[in-house]
């Protein structure tokens, strides 16, 4: 799948869905965040599955989160709980899909509310812009923007990149403290 | 002066602002440390903040005194203020607290209330000429660790309300605070303190009805409240924040033995909302309660409910929720109620109803229930409806216009919590909910 071909496409909106990467630790049982920062992606349903909108070639296991949540004895919220839905259950990065689809969780100025109350879907390009232009850290925004050539977005990448390698030092260190354990 | 993205310094900068002592420094960098290690919310809709372009403190021109007197507060503000008549409604309350941006800049109380030896001020204030009686329940019913926002409250608190209502004490008219944000970017955490000590009742309002015109703006306030034995306390709150404003407020109450605590929550405005009132009915025989309305609109994303945590023997709670939906926005019912084991012979009532106006907009119900004991009872019910066809046109065969119908309806839906509302504040909800539909 080209990021080229996905600009054109026409997504049915249940199949469009935001995600976090993170850990999944199978002794812990679930995922863990890395909380000075959250890593975003998009989600794409095609007839090969799941795939990431941003970056389809890198492959990890999908998990959805679902509506319910686990609380403590104070009732307040603690975790929410998480469904597989494709991949291997094994400690490392993955995604964990929001429960709705992605126009029920970002503002719908980004849509054709049109189309969207018409037809149900979104288009790659209406996918890219809100990627490009939201405050989420989308964590393969940098090489959209390269690809897109967008040179109105020097202080984006720099702060995407200073995200990325946080990010990747936090995942290498969350993969060492496992390795103590 | 504005203090724009946060780190410690920025933390102890807000503290020396505000002249505080060590223990109230030390409970800032502390919530702090927790808020750098805290993730978002699991649960609930994405929260697309940047935490580094945040004004986490702005106070205005004005000197530091909070003000009685009208006449001493800024024209521009009070100016500001007029448009949106919180001047007006003060002639109906007991008290008033008003607080601009990150600042309390005005607070008054009526000549009864003040002779009752009830304390009404800002909770910096509090801090210096109470601390015992604040430091015995500040930071105790929320504690800084639950959650990402209620640590950022904790870090950068600045403003809010301080409430003590001493034993024997009936307050016959309302206090309020009203809290308006005005710039773009603005964070407003105010940290909000109520004490209802024994056989005492209070009606606290708290406003945020009118609307702002700022940009990406944070409100992530937490509100904590004890409630005495035989004492009883009704917070109610109409916010209308702009479509641009988090809200994302943390509220709690702790309820002695037959104690009461309700909760009258109607949310309007915001972009997102996550407010979730709660009542710890840890005494037996208490009671808690909580109606609340949510109208989310077009981009808007209310996800609102209540949570009744029911420890103690022989209590009760009842959560009424009404949502509305329209134009492609998401109301949320996401509650809790849960029976502990020591709860025996509690009862727990949980209501829930939806109107969704259009095809574009959606709405969910997440009701978490659970009951660890055998004496107890829990019952939940949930409704979802859409105006009826059959209701509008039975109005409109009798001369009503097919707007007016609707409007008819709707406020019908949501008539049990207008009934709740002082009349002033229940005209100003019917006008809120006429225009946003």
């Given at each position: 799948m080209e990021k080229v071909d996905m600009r054109e496409a026409r997504v049915k909106i249940e199949n469009v869905k935001l995600a976090q990467i993170k850990m999944f630790d199978v002794h812990y049982g679930g995922v863990t965040s890395f909380a000075p920062v959250s890593a975003y992606t998009?989600?794409?349903?095609t007839d090969e599955g799941w795939k990431n909108f941003l970056n389809p070639g890198w492959e990890l296991p999908v998990f959805e989160k679902t509506p319910y949540t686990g609380c403590n004895s104070n009732g307040e919220d603690t975790h929410v709980f998480i469904r597989r839905v494709s991949g291997d259950v094994q400690d490392g990065p993955c995604y964990v899909m929001d429960f709705h689809p992605i126009t029920q969780c970002v503002e719908s100025r980004y849509f054709d509310r049109n189309r969207l109350s018409k037809e149900g879907v979104v288009t790659g390009e209406e996918l890219e812009n809100y990627a490009l232009r939201t405050d989420l850290f989308m964590f393969d925004r940098v090489s959209l923007i390269q690809d897109r050539n967008i040179s109105t977005m020097g202080r984006t990448v720099a702060e995407d990149m200073k995200k990325r390698t946080l990010f990747m030092q936090l995942m290498s260190e969350s993969e060492k403290e496992k390795q103590f354990q | 002066m504005e203090i724009i993205g946060l780190d410690e310094e920025k933390v102890k900068k807000i503290s020396s602002i505000k002249k505080e002592d060590d223990w109230v420094l030390k409970y800032r960098t502390d919530s702090f440390r927790k808020f750098q290690k805290l993730g978002m919310p699991s649960f609930?809709?994405?929260?697309?903040?940047?935490?580094?372009?945040?004004?986490?403190?702005?106070?205005?021109?004005?000197?530091?005194?909070?003000?009685?007197?009208?006449?001493?507060?800024?024209?521009?503000?009070?100016?500001?203020?007029?448009?949106?008549?919180?001047?007006?409604?003060?002639?109906?309350?007991?008290?008033?607290?008003?607080?601009?941006?990150?600042?309390?800049?005005?607070?008054?109380?009526?000549?009864?209330?003040?002779?009752?030896?009830?304390?009404?001020?800002?909770?910096?204030?509090?801090?210096?000429?109470?601390?015992?009686?604040?430091?015995?329940?500040?930071?105790?019913?929320?504690?800084?660790?639950?959650?990402?926002?209620?640590?950022?409250?904790?870090?950068?608190?600045?403003?809010?309300?301080?409430?003590?209502?001493?034993?024997?004490?009936?307050?016959?008219?309302?206090?309020?605070?009203?809290?308006?944000?005005?710039?773009?970017?603005?964070?407003?955490?105010?940290?909000?303190?109520?004490?209802?000590?024994?056989?005492?009742?209070?009606?606290?309002?708290?406003?945020?009805?009118?609307?702002?015109?700022?940009?990406?703006?944070?409100?992530?306030?937490?509100?904590?409240?004890?409630?005495?034995?035989?004492?009883?306390?009704?917070?109610?709150?109409?916010?209308?924040?702009?479509?641009?404003?988090?809200?994302?407020?943390?509220?709690?109450?702790?309820?002695?033995?037959?104690?009461?605590?309700?909760?009258?929550?109607?949310?309007?405005?915001?972009?997102?909302?996550?407010?979730?009132?709660?009542?710890?009915?840890?005494?037996?025989?208490?009671?808690?309660?909580?109606?609340?309305?949510?109208?989310?609109?077009?981009?808007?994303?209310?996800?609102?409910?209540?949570?009744?945590?029911?420890?103690?023997?022989?209590?009760?709670?009842?959560?009424?929720?009404?949502?509305?939906?329209?134009?492609?926005?998401?109301?949320?019912?996401?509650?809790?109620?849960?029976?502990?084991?020591?709860?025996?012979?509690?009862?727990?009532?949980?209501?829930?109803?939806?109107?969704?106006?259009?095809?574009?907009?959606?709405?969910?119900?997440?009701?978490?229930?659970?009951?660890?004991?055998?004496?107890?009872?829990?019952?939940?019910?949930?409704?979802?409806?859409?105006?009826?066809?059959?209701?509008?046109?039975?109005?409109?065969?009798?001369?009503?216009?097919k707007e007016r119908a609707m409007d008819l309806i709707v406020l019908g839906f949501i008539e049990k919590f207008r009934e709740e509302l002082p009349m002033e504040y229940a005209v100003e909800l019917n006008q809120l909910i006429k225009r946003n539909l």
């Open positions: 998009i989600m794409v349903k | 609930g809709p994405e929260i697309d903040l940047d935490f580094s372009k945040i004004i986490y403190y702005k106070n205005n021109e004005q000197d530091d005194k909070i003000q009685d007197d009208w006449n001493n507060v800024l024209k521009p503000i009070v100016d500001d203020l007029d448009s949106v008549g919180v001047r007006e409604s003060e002639i109906h309350m007991g008290g008033m607290g008003v607080q601009y941006e990150s600042e309390v800049i005005y607070h008054s109380m009526i000549r009864e209330i003040e002779e009752k030896k009830v304390v009404f001020t800002s909770i910096e204030r509090a801090m210096k000429e109470y601390p015992e009686l604040v430091q015995k329940y500040f930071g105790k019913i929320v504690g800084n660790g639950e959650n990402k926002f209620a640590a950022l409250n904790g870090a950068v608190f600045s403003g809010g309300s301080f409430i003590y209502v001493p034993p024997n004490t009936k307050l016959d008219r309302p206090l309020q605070s009203y809290f308006r944000i005005n710039s773009r970017n603005m964070g407003q955490f105010e940290r909000t303190l109520i004490i209802v000590d024994d056989n005492s009742d209070l009606h606290y309002i708290e406003g945020c009805t009118a609307p702002t015109y700022s940009e990406s703006s944070l409100h992530a306030a937490v509100v904590e409240i004890y409630v005495g034995k035989n004492s009883k306390c009704r917070y109610s709150t109409v916010q209308n924040w702009a479509n641009n404003v988090y809200n994302l407020v943390t509220k709690r109450a702790l309820v002695d033995d037959h104690g009461t605590m309700e909760w009258i929550d109607g949310n309007i405005g915001s972009k997102v909302t996550m407010k979730y009132p709660c009542c710890m009915l840890k005494g037996n025989y208490s009671k808690g309660t909580c109606i609340t309305i949510s109208v989310a609109g077009s981009g808007q994303i209310q996800d609102t409910g209540a949570r009744m945590i029911h420890i103690g023997k022989h209590t009760k709670s009842t959560i009424l929720s009404k949502s509305i939906a329209r134009n492609g926005g998401n109301a949320t019912y996401r509650g809790k109620a849960l029976i502990q084991k020591s709860a025996d012979h509690s009862e727990a009532d949980v209501k829930c109803d939806t109107l969704i106006i259009d095809e574009l907009s959606k709405s969910d119900t997440i009701p978490f229930n659970s009951c660890f004991n055998e004496t107890s009872t829990l019952e939940h019910e949930a409704t979802v409806s859409k105006i009826s066809e059959d209701n509008l046109f039975y109005m409109m065969s009798r001369g009503i216009s």
